[in-house]
């Protein structure tokens, strides 16, 4: 079998989205299964270059693909209804696998410009915005008509894209999953270091961890690991309140920007807590990857969430946009050793259960097969 992975966006594009096909596609490699990945030739997203290259990253055939942005205007999905890019050629390049399988929500170019090539063909949705779908019919037809299958990451989302008119029978549920392997607990961990791992974008929530230092009794290390998003007044005004919030002190907060695979790793190792308040996820990958390195978590209550941080079982689930809240769970589990110990085993536990990587490939494996028939 033969199985290409079409992503809008690839390496050295760094994300969840991102993390999970590199994960899927190397263990499905392992098992046998070859797979290769397709995604326009970005170095951020939505700046594409008209340029064909192809690389070998991680044992994986990677072929970034030249494409135009629609406009010389700034990036708007009113205005591209998630057709982001205007593509080179690539389609013949897709006659050469069994199954394709595109991976999105937030771009639909790949599936849209495929549509005349007879294979089978799979949605993996990683995130969406449902009001935008039932806004917009042109969109909503096209999510519609695209694939053969559908997976979703969470159960709110299958019942998201039946909303939108997608028959339950052809939606699987996948969940994200990490290698348990790697991530890991290892060594002592440092009891007031606060980890934040995200994109630096308003929707992530990193200015409310900021806003909720001011609630903290103890002081605490908080460290930040992630890109700038495209909203560079955003990043900018993160970059001035760690500026400020150092010089004020009692708190010390680190900025790492982007980080390596392997160093990502070692940060959750030495985390006491682990932070993502966003306004608004599907299932993000980083709370598994803290959880597996027996990291507790404190995370907003939306989306998939809470199908993996069960509130008072493995982590803190609090209300989104509130820096009060977000700083009294922070605060209880500085002060209770016990209970993050008790929450990071419980953590491990969970993933090592229903999200390692072991576990969702053989799943992943089996929705192939129902193609194969």
């Not at 560079?232 to 390596?260: M, S």
């Amino acid at each position: 079998m033969r199985v290409l992975m079409a992503t809008p966006s690839y390496y050295p594009i760094k994300g969840g989205a991102e993390t999970v096909i590199r994960n899927l596609s190397i263990k499905l490699n392992e098992t046998g299964v070859q797979t290769d990945i397709m995604a326009f030739n970005m170095n951020q997203k939505w700046n594409p270059s008209w340029q064909t290259k192809i690389e070998r990253i991680d044992g994986i055939n990677v072929f970034k693909i030249p494409a135009l942005n629609w406009l010389p205007i700034e990036h708007s999905e009113k205005i591209t209804s998630k057709i982001n890019l205007v593509p080179g050629r690539f389609r013949n390049q897709l006659k050469k696998y069994d199954i394709i399988h595109f991976h999105g929500g937030d771009d639909l170019t790949f599936p849209l410009f495929s549509y005349t090539i007879k294979k089978p063909k799979i949605f993996h949705s990683h995130g969406f915005s449902i009001e935008f779908y039932k806004r917009y019919f042109f969109s909503r037809m096209i999510l519609k008509r695209i694939a053969n299958l559908y997976i979703s990451i969470s159960q709110r989302m299958i019942k998201e894209l039946v909303e939108l008119g997608i028959p339950q029978i052809r939606i699987r549920y996948l969940p994200n999953a990490v290698d348990i392997r790697l991530f890991r607990r290892l060594g002592k961990k440092k009891d007031n270091l606060v980890l934040f791992v995200g994109r630096v974008a308003f929707d992530k929530g990193l200015h409310i961890v900021l806003k909720s230092l001011k609630y903290l009794e103890k002081p605490i290390h908080l460290v930040i690991i992630g890109p700038s998003d495209w909203d560079v007044e955003y990043f900018q005004e993160i970059l001035k309140r760690i500026e400020d919030e150092n010089k004020k002190g009692p708190h010390k907060i680190t900025y790492l920007g982007a980080q390596d695979h392997a160093d990502i790793i070692k940060w959750y190792q030495k985390a006491a807590i682990s932070v993502l308040p966003s306004f608004r996820e599907a299932a993000p990958i980083v709370i598994l990857e803290a959880l597996s390195c027996e990291t507790p978590v404190i995370a907003s209550n939306v989306g998939g969430i809470p199908e993996v941080v069960r509130d008072g079982k493995n982590g803190i689930l609090v209300p989104p946009n509130n820096a009060a809240r977000l700083a009294e769970a922070i605060q209880y589990l500085l002060d209770n050793e016990d209970t993050r110990i008790k929450f990071g085993r419980e953590g491990r536990k969970w993933v090592m259960e229903h999200f390692s990587l072991d576990v969702v490939v053989e799943r992943l494996c089996r929705i192939y097969e129902e193609l194969e028939v």
